[in-house]
């Protein structure tokens, strides 16, 4: 079940550092929020797609399954009730406020990947 994927790996790296340059260099209302939440679900996904033989599939619905649970603990407050909320990396990372359009924003991510997988597939078997 594990095996290492290069090419997914690769894309893991360069997302995150696309992700790290839109936290520190992005202040705007739509790519910094949506544009980020967008990006961090296919983020995940090719990290998962690095380590673990996987459908994609089961990765992508995995990864969104993950990115609702991390956003409903948002709404719960989970970084303050961990004692965590002084912590600027916690804060980045687990978030500290639910939104609607974060979940939608999740799901359009997936639903690119799902689609990106399926052209690559189609494209192999030709």
Not at 88 to 103: C, Q
């Amino acid at each position: 079940m594990l095996q290492f994927n290069s090419t997914y790996f690769i894309w893991t790296i360069i997302l995150l550092i696309i992700e790290i340059l839109i936290a520190l260099y992005l202040h705007d209302p739509i790519i910094r929020p949506y544009g980020g939440d967008f990006l961090v679900v296919i983020l995940i996904y090719c990290f998962v797609k690095s380590f673990v033989k996987i459908s994609n599939f089961k990765a992508a619905i995995g990864v969104l399954i993950f990115s609702y649970a991390v956003e409903i603990l948002q709404y719960f407050k989970i970084v303050k009730i961990l004692g965590l909320q002084h912590s600027n990396i916690a804060n980045i990372i687990i978030g500290t406020s639910f939104a609607w359009a974060d979940l939608l924003a999740y799901t359009l991510g997936i639903a690119f990947v799902l689609g990106v997988e399926q052209i690559k597939r189609s494209s192999n078997q030709q």
